[in-house]
T-cell receptor
Framework: NAGVTQTPKFQVLKTGQSMTLQCAQD?????MSWYRQDPGMGLRLIHY???????DQGEVPNGYNVSRSTTEDFPLRLLSAAPSQTSVYFC?????????????FGPGTRLTVT | TQLLEQSPQFLSIQEGENLTVYCNSS?????LQWYRQEPGEGPVLLVT?????EVKKLKRLTFQFGDARKDSSLHITAAQPGDTGLYLC?????????FGAGTRLTVKP
């Protein structure tokens, strides 16, 4: 998964704790996004950004905050973790290629909230 | 309720068999993508289809986008154990992308 790095790879939190999942890219693409993946649900879009300083909500934004101060970084913040946020989180970058587009995912962060 | 329904949910076949998996929706998408995901890794893009009726081939994999751009299929010829994985479809509308729950394929040697 060269080009998109995510840290940490694994994390266990207690209910009510806060944390930030990090996502960084070295491919200089404008579009970045965060997804969560749960069994039987596929991937669901949490937040996305079309460039530095611009963010927007996806399908399941509640409980998560994002910011995009640079092109490279797109951190995802959990302000008060809940067991329902136990999931695998993927960061992705996307870019246009001719009349189509490519999307590239990071390796994921597996989060458990107890 | 998933916006994109994938079927079957699970599929287990012998090496050398052919198979088709489906991705259906009542919504129209500007484009549709197929991904393969292995355990512990992120999804990897296989193909993007953008035109209704479009057919794309990637070695033994054939992808088709429905004429109305609401559905798609993935056909694998002569499946191999290396094809084992979770196959996800994803439909795009503007900046929103919706994924199906996936088809988990196992190819036995």
């Amino acid at each position: 998964n060269a080009g998109v790095t995510q840290t940490p790879k694994f994390q266990v939190l207690k209910t009510g704790q806060s944390m930030t999942l990090q996502c960084a890219q070295d491919m200089n693409h404008e579009y970045m996004s965060w997804y969560r993946q749960d069994p039987g649900m596929g991937l669901r879009l949490i937040h996305y950004s079309v460039g530095a300083g611009i963010t927007d909500q996806g399908e399941v934004p509640n409980g998560y905050n994002v910011s995009r101060s640079t092109t490279e970084d797109f951190p995802l913040r959990l302000l008060s973790a809940a067991p329902s946020q136990t999931s695998v989180y993927f960061c992705a970058i996307r870019w246009r290629t001719g009349g189509s587009y490519e999307q590239y995912f990071g390796p994921g962060t597996r989060l458990t909230v107890t | 309720t998933q916006l994109l329904e994938q079927s079957p949910q699970f599929l287990s076949i012998q090496e050398g068999e052919n198979l088709t998996v489906y991705c259906n929706s009542s919504s129209v998408f500007s484009s549709l993508q197929w991904y393969r995901q292995e355990p512990g890794e992120g999804p990897v893009l296989l193909v993007t289809v953008v035109t209704g009726g479009e057919v794309k081939k990637l070695k033994r994999l054939t992808f088709q986008f429905g004429d109305a751009r609401k559905d798609s299929s993935l056909h694998i010829t002569a499946a191999q154990p290396g094809d084992t994985g979770l196959y996800l479809c994803a439909g795009k509308k503007n900046n929103d992308m919706r994924f199906g729950a996936g088809t988990r394929l196992t190819v036995k040697p």
